[in-house]
């Protein structure tokens, strides 16, 4: 978060002044706007979407299904979104730095500046969907494999479950409620962690 925020305030600004001159790759507005609306469906854009979901939460799918048109600006963006553009560039950031957006930037004609596009890298996108898929079921079987390695021991009230060995540690009474730790059945849990195992495997596959 701390880099991103770093960046956000200098590096990749929507606006910048040009240093160079020359007049190359230059656009006029209505230039800008075809190329907008010539732009091919994404492909897996609601993998695509879940993704922008969990990197930057609701606001980052806002942002990744108003890119769904095509390259557009910040504050096209943000204009679209209704988020500020600060906020906007933030999101932009953080789906930039999960390369699930890329940009490409050009010099506006009369002033000079550089304006920033930004659009959906939907390769990309697909292929840190599969590496957090990757992570999401490593931990998953880690936890499968304690589960079923370990004798579990929680109160009544739920509010602890440890393993046996905690449970000695802890005089088997519970920290929170005083109540007293028993044995705990984890076959449910198992049960449901194998389903989910088995269901990103397929996912992966
Ligand atoms: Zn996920
Ligand atoms: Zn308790």
Redesign the pocket.
């Known amino acids: 978060m701390l880099e991103i925020s770093r960046r956000g305030s200098r590096g990749l600004r929507s606006r910048e002044r040009s240093r160079t001159g020359g007049k190359g790759g230059a656009l006029t507005k209505k230039q800008r706007k075809v190329r907008a609306e010539k732009r091919p469906p994404i492909p897996n854009i609601d993998l695509i979407l879940e993704t922008a979901g969990h990197l930057a939460g609701e606001k980052g799918e806002k942002i990744v299904r108003a890119l769904v048109v095509g390259e557009l600006t910040d504050e096209d963006l943000a204009k679209r979104t209704n988020l500020q553009v600060n906020q906007v560039r933030s999101i932009l950031y953080s789906l930039h730095e999960s390369r699930i957006v890329t940009y490409r930037r050009e010099r506006e004609e009369n002033s000079g500046w550089y304006v920033y596009y930004w659009k959906v890298d939907p390769e990309r996108a697909i292929d840190y969907l599969r590496q957090h898929r990757m992570e999401v079921l490593r931990r998953l079987e880690e936890r499968l494999a304690e589960e079923e390695s370990k004798i579990f021991f929680a109160?009544?009230?739920?509010?602890?479950r440890v393993p046996y060995e905690e449970a000695i540690g802890m005089e088997f009474k519970?920290p929170?409620?005083?109540?007293t730790l028993q044995p705990h059945q984890n076959t449910a849990i198992i049960n449901s962690l194998r389903a989910r195992i088995e269901k990103l495997r397929r996912e992966l596959a």
């Open positions: 109160c009544d009230k739920g509010c602890t519970c929170s409620c005083g109540g």
